[in-house]
């Protein structure tokens, strides 16, 4: 097992199955706490019985160490006596004695084997020492008998984890291809503006080839990835996909996009850290337009079951093959947050922030800027097999130098809106028709625009 398997097993252990719940579900005659409750009066005040009193008035009190250590010094004495076992077993595991607690609690199956609380202990023990199979066989054995509905909740819970991470420690892989359809009302970013004004004063009416051009959109892609356990909590995952896009009305602006990544990520406790290598090529009309490769340092921490919170930093060098003088090196550091809520909509929100900056390598101030941003995102159960989304970002870029032709200094503040729903077709097919309005207001009239994208995106995963 991984060490990110056994840091959910001993999670679990510690706050899924407290003492309390299965233990106090026994009859009187059905463990060593009922033959003891059971006792003559003679018996309740022999040595036997006073030290078992005393323990168990420890571990109910929360107390697992005073426990121990009261029991332990006497296991020679007792050593074999179930309720003796029993004791010092549930004593030893919440003391991070696995082992000892392994011993003991079979010393008391040995006796009774039907005896359920000290099977759910000792399955308890062999999570913690890593034994997966066994603590299985534990768990399934208590699930096959009568309980009570909590209960068989809870061991429920156990097995589920199992499953999980047994399923954590196999090569993954998963596939995709994609077909997208829809259409963009503004495919080349043309200007919103109807004149500009350049740095001599004079007024320009944009031709129409910087005006917006409309368009239908085809898209088709494809990739997949493949996540390889390779020990000691550690994972290498590598990945591709290649996607083009093809704008009937405009077809100097169609795409091509070739992306690899390759990354390694170390799960320790609540943990996951995460170095990863990038590439991207990018296509226009058939030539090459940019090359970008950079890599990611990433970190995230499952808080609870329901909130994750992370930080990343990523590093990227542009290259235009045509364009040398647009090469350029970007810095981007970010946060992030998400919590899924309960209730039926099973509501997740999603925050982020990020900031950085662009700097053009060729030293030409006009084509650098810093860029600050932030996101939020929420998606919710709409009916069965459906579930609603939406997102709102905001980016400001202040950039570096005067612009030589208009006289000023750029500054954008973009604001892009998506709103669509996810469809479950079936475990394969997912349907995702969405809309996105974009708006970039700039103190550059080229670059002052705004798009409505409307899209249907089919993909099939296997």
């Not at 050593?79 to 004593?91: N, Q």
């Not at 994609?178 to 009416?205: A, C, E, M, P, R």
């Not at 995460?274 to 340092?297: C, H, I, K, P, W």
Request: aromatic share 8%.
């Amino acid at each position: 097992m991984t060490r990110a398997g056994a840091v959910a097993f001993a999670l679990v252990a510690a706050y899924l199955l407290p003492i309390g719940i299965v233990r106090a579900q026994a009859g009187s005659g059905a463990g060593p706490r009922g033959a003891t409750d059971a006792a003559s009066g003679i018996e309740a005040v022999s040595p036997l019985a006073r030290l078992l009193r005393d323990a168990r008035r420890l571990l109910d009190n929360g107390q697992p160490q005073a426990a121990y250590d009261l029991l332990q010094p006497s296991l020679a004495l007792y050593a074999g006596d179930t309720g003796f076992d029993f004791l010092l077993g549930v004593s030893a595991l919440d003391t991070a004695r696995p082992g000892e607690a392994i011993l003991a609690l079979e010393r008391v199956l040995a006796q009774q084997p039907n005896n359920l609380q000290a099977r759910a202990e000792i399955a308890r023990a062999y999570l913690a020492v890593k034994e997966t199979e066994s603590a299985r066989r534990e768990f399934e054995a208590v699930a096959a008998q009568e309980l009570p509905p909590e209960v068989r909740a809870i061991v429920g819970r156990y097995l589920q984890t199992i499953d999980r991470v047994a399923a954590s420690e196999r090569v993954k892989s998963q596939f995709f291809v994609d077909v997208t359809v829809g259409h963009d009302d503004n495919v080349n970013l043309g200007s919103s503006l109807g004149q500009w004004l350049l740095s001599d004063g004079t007024q320009v009416i944009p031709l129409a080839i910087s005006r917006p051009q409309s368009s239908a959109v085809f898209g088709v892609g494809g990739g997949g990835s493949m996540v390889i356990p390779i020990g000691g909590g550690w994972q290498w995952t590598v990945g591709g996909q290649v996607s083009h896009r093809s704008n009937p009305s405009a077809h100097t602006l169609d795409t091509t996009s070739l992306d690899l990544s390759t990354s390694v990520t170390l799960r320790t406790g609540c943990n996951a850290y995460t170095m990863g290598a990038l590439y991207q090529n990018l296509r226009l009309d058939g030539s090459s337009f940019r090359d970008a490769a950079g890599v990611l340092a990433q970190w995230q921490c499952d808080l609870s079951e329901r909130t994750q919170v992370g930080g990343y930093f990523q590093h990227f060098d542009f290259d235009f093959p045509d364009q040398s003088g647009r090469d350029a090196r970007r810095d981007t550091i970010g946060a992030t947050v998400a919590h899924a809520f309960t209730g039926s909509r099973a509501p997740v929100a999603i925050g982020a922030v990020h900031g950085g900056k662009e700097k053009a390598r060729n030293g030409t101030p006009q084509l650098g800027y810093g860029f600050v941003g932030v996101r939020a995102a929420l998606n919710a159960a709409i009916s069965p097999g459906w579930r609603g989304f939406a997102s709102l970002s905001y980016e400001k870029r202040d950039f570096d130098g005067e612009e030589p032709l208009f006289g000023n200094t750029r500054a954008d503040r973009q604001t892009e809106i998506r709103i669509g729903v996810d469809y479950e077709a079936s475990r394969e097919w997912t349907l995702s028709p969405q809309i996105i309005h974009t708006k970039n207001r700039s103190t550059l009239g080229p670059n002052d625009f705004q798009r409505l994208q409307a899209l249907l995106l089919a993909r099939y995963r296997f």
